[in-house]
Nanobody, 120 residues
Framework: QVRLVESGGGLVQAGGSLRLSCAAS????????MGWHRQAPGKQRELVAA???????NYGDSVKGRFTISRDNARNTVYLQMNSLKPEDTAVYYC??????????????WGQGTQVTVSS
């Protein structure tokens, strides 16, 4: 079983920065990929950023050049550095881990979410 706990959300003014952390209860080296998604009120959940076990990264178009995802396997933690924040970045941010187990197959795990609010 894998448990993901996000932290680092909060209220920030437009143009500011926040760093989100996602601490995994188990070793994340098994994860095919880990990522951050977000969901704003009345909108669908969307991919913000993802990082594979090999270190390749992928970003949503709206955050390219502003957000950076990284992972520290030794600390079982994934980070999302968010710079130049905009009011439209306001959402609940969820950490995700995609893991393939030998018997159970591939499972997606989700954290409980952390609120990010950007004021104009």
């Amino acid at each position: 079983q894998v448990r993901l706990v996000e932290s680092g959300g909060g209220l920030v003014q437009a143009g500011g920065s926040l760093r989100l952390s996602c601490a995994a209860s188990g070793s994340i080296f098994r994860a095919n990929a880990m990522g951050w998604h977000r969901q704003a009120p009345g909108k669908q959940r969307e991919l913000v950023a993802a990082i594979t076990s090999g270190g390749s990264t992928n970003y949503g178009d709206s955050v390219k050049g502003r957000f950076t995802i990284s992972r520290d396997n030794a600390r079982n933690t994934v980070y999302l550095q968010m710079n130049s924040l905009k009011p439209e970045d306001t959402a609940v941010y969820y950490c995700n881990a995609n893991i393939t187990w030998p018997v159970q197959g591939t499972i997606d795990y989700w954290g409980q979410g952390t609120q990010v609010t950007v004021s104009s």
